[in-house]
Nanobody, 128 residues
Framework: QLQLVESGGGLVQPGGSLRLSCVASGFNLDYYVIGWFRQAPGKEREGVSCIRSSDGSTYYVDAVKGRFTISRDNAKNTVYLQMNSLKPEDTAVYYC?????????????????????WGQGTQVTVSS
């Protein structure tokens, strides 16, 4: 059974950093695109960053470029999201999700329905 478990969220001051982890079980990362999504209160869930594990191709939404870095450790079946220079507008529940390699990483990251398996989410709050 395919399962994703996120961790690493918390409360951080503006300008601070957090590293989110997504541990996958029941499937091999090599055949999937893994995405980090976030949903703030009253807003739609949006794709933040995605990675195609087989070749390391990545995508970032403009709002996080230069601040967030997605990476994977295939040996640990884990995908990370390093978040630096955090801003209050980054506050949201962050989810990781897995989807088969249907199209480009950029295209997949923009459409939630490409991803069939989701974690339970981890809260990130950026506040002073």
């Amino acid at each position: 059974q395919l399962q994703l478990v996120e961790s690493g969220g918390g409360l951080v001051q503006p300008g601070g950093s957090l590293r989110l982890s997504c541990v996958a079980s029941g499937f091999n990362l090599d055949y999937y695109v893994i995405g980090w999504f976030r949903q703030a209160p009253g807003k739609e869930r949006e794709g933040v960053s995605c990675i195609r594990s087989s070749d390391g191709s990545t995508y970032y939404v403009d709002a996080v470029k230069g601040r967030f870095t997605i990476s994977r450790d295939n040996a640990k079946n884990t995908v990370y999201l390093q978040m630096n220079s955090l801003k209050p507008e980054d506050t949201a529940v962050y989810y990781c999700a897995a989807g088969p390699r249907l199209t480009s990483v950029q295209a997949m990251c923009g459409i939630n329905s490409f991803f069939g398996s989701w974690g339970q989410g981890t809260q990130v709050t950026v506040s002073s």
